[in-house]
């Protein structure tokens, strides 16, 4: 049974770079019938955080693509220590006693990268079961065979032949000195126990592997497939992190900024994946038929964006190309939270905004003037057509308030009265339009004016038009 995971720490919010492993972990278990198992990798009491648990949930959820089962790692602590405990039994690690402050764990010494702690790794069992009875304080060291030394060999999903000599590797720690398991041993346990098949994993996690298939060795069990993916990476090259790059590798940050759950999914799996022809924009199931180790680049991916626009123009794209194919009562649904308005007029707006925005929140800016009572201030030389003045305009207006009462508020009506009344006053169409449309919207550029006007119904449509005739009223008097 193909099973995989995604094992996160409540460390920081959730990274766009995890989320798109965890897609990826997602699309693959989806093709091949596998299942998903979401894991908190959270044996870092320290640097975890309810916020930052909180932070990957939320993200997840609105990704709404779901999981099969979930653990989480401090949960299963008696687990690490059994297995550190097999590990020692088999010979395979040693205790290592050496006090924190002499600073030997993991650091250089003058005659090269350090690999073990000699003294340690040589002493008898029977005094180590002595000294750990007696409480002294101690790390397991897992014991890398040195003499003679091998190579380690795994075939990666991604990267092809990989290869390390356990000469290269030094005497990793699984178990601390207050007893708390590593990231090494606590990741391979749970792996062990958890039954996983496929380990999809960044290109960070790499080198991480040879040790990992030593503890895997030790354990008895048959390796999992490994395949790890490239990394994601700002314009400069640099990795993305949240104090360089801030907000924008959060995955909520798109969520706030009004993205398609759908869209920006497309969006992450296009970032160092190719379906291997011209699509861009697809389905779930189509990513689902398609996906595979074979379409994942071995380069980084570029996530491209500037100080001035915190989103790739590609992700802004694919969103937009989203919101104009989703039917309008779906859209509508999704525009509420941003429009804050009774459900019957974000209905009513929605199929007129739908092809002038490109992220959700962007209705607040185009469907203002539908939503409030009284126009913020503009400009009254708005209201002045092109090729025209604001004598004309002025009469333009004063002509719409004449007729508007007696007109029925639906495109149809609206545009044969007022294209009437332009032939009537003898000024071209767009010059009838153009003062409408900015006397009712406060702005040149609105969805088609008829609908609009429907929208927002006939008392404010003739309110507006009437503080307009003032606005002009007063500068034609000052000219």
């Known amino acids: 049974m193909l099973r995989v995971r995604f094992a996160p720490s409540p460390t920081g919010f959730l990274h766009i770079g995890s989320a798109r492993t965890f897609i990826f972990n997602w699309l693959y278990a989806r093709r091949h019938g596998g299942t998903v198992i979401l894991r908190i990798d959270d044996t870092d009491i320290e640097r975890n955080t309810q916020v930052a648990l909180d932070s990957i949930f939320d993200g997840l959820n609105w990704l709404d693509l779901g999981w099969d089962e979930q653990y989480r790692q401090s949960e299963r602590l008696a687990l690490h220590k059994e ?71 795994f075939r990666d999903g991604v990267y092809g032949e990989q290869v390390k000599s356990t000469a290269d590797i030094e005497d990793f720690a699984l178990l601390r000195s207050d007893g708390s398991p590593t990231y090494h ?30 503890i895997f060795e030790a354990l008895g069990i048959d390796l999992p497939v490994f395949a790890h993916l490239p990394l994601l990476v700002a314009p400069d090259g640099t990795k993305l992190s949240k104090r360089r790059h801030g907000p924008v590798v959060s995955v909520t940050t798109y969520r706030d900024a009004g993205f398609l759950p759908e869209a920006f999914i497309n969006f992450l799996c296009l970032l160092g994946w190719s379906p291997k022809d011209d699509r861009e924009k697809m389905s779930r199931e189509e990513l689902i038929a398609t996906f595979s180790f ?115 508020f639906n495109h149809a009506a609206l545009e044969e009265a007022l294209r009437s009344a332009a032939g009537a006053l003898g000024v071209k169409a767009g010059q009838m339009f153009q003062p409408i449309r900015v006397a009712v919207c406060g702005r040149k550029n609105a969805p088609p004016l008829f609908e609009t006007m429907a929208v927002l119904g006939k008392e404010l449509c003739l309110q507006r038009i009437e503080q307009a005739v003032q606005k002009l009223q007063t500068t034609v008097t000052a000219n």
């Open 294 to 408: 074979e379409g994942i680049n071995k380069s980084n991916a570029v996530v491209n964006f500037t100080e001035e626009d915190p989103f790739d123009p590609k992700a802004v794209w694919l969103n937009s190309q989203y919101i104009y194919a989703m039917p309008v009562e779906e859209l509508a649904g999704k525009l509420a939270p941003f429009l804050r308005a009774e459900p019957r007029k974000v209905l009513a707006v929605t199929p007129l905004i739908q092809e002038r925005i490109k992220l959700l929140k962007d209705a607040e800016s185009v469907a203002d003037f539908f939503l409030v009572a009284q126009l913020p201030p503009y400009d009254p030389a708005e209201l002045i057509p092109q090729k025209g003045d604001s004598a004309m305009a002025l009469r333009v207006l004063e002509r719409a308030l004449e007729i508007l009462p007696s007109v029925e």
């Open 83 to 153: 297995a550190a405990e097999s590990i020692l039994r088999k010979g395979r690690a040693y205790r290592d006693f050496t006090p924190a402050q002499s600073a030997e764990e993991e650091k250089s010494r003058e005659g090269g990268p350090w690999l073990c702690n000699a003294g340690m790794r040589e002493i008898s069992r029977e005094e180590s079961d002595r000294r750990a009875a007696a409480g002294e304080p101690f790390v397991l060291r897992y014991r890398v065979p040195r003499e003679p030394a091998h190579d380690i060999r």
């Open 185 to 214: 041993l606590a990741s391979c346990a749970d792996d062990a126990d958890l039954r996983i098949s496929h380990i999809i994993r960044g290109q960070d996690h790499l080198t991480n592997t040879f040790k990992h298939i030593l």
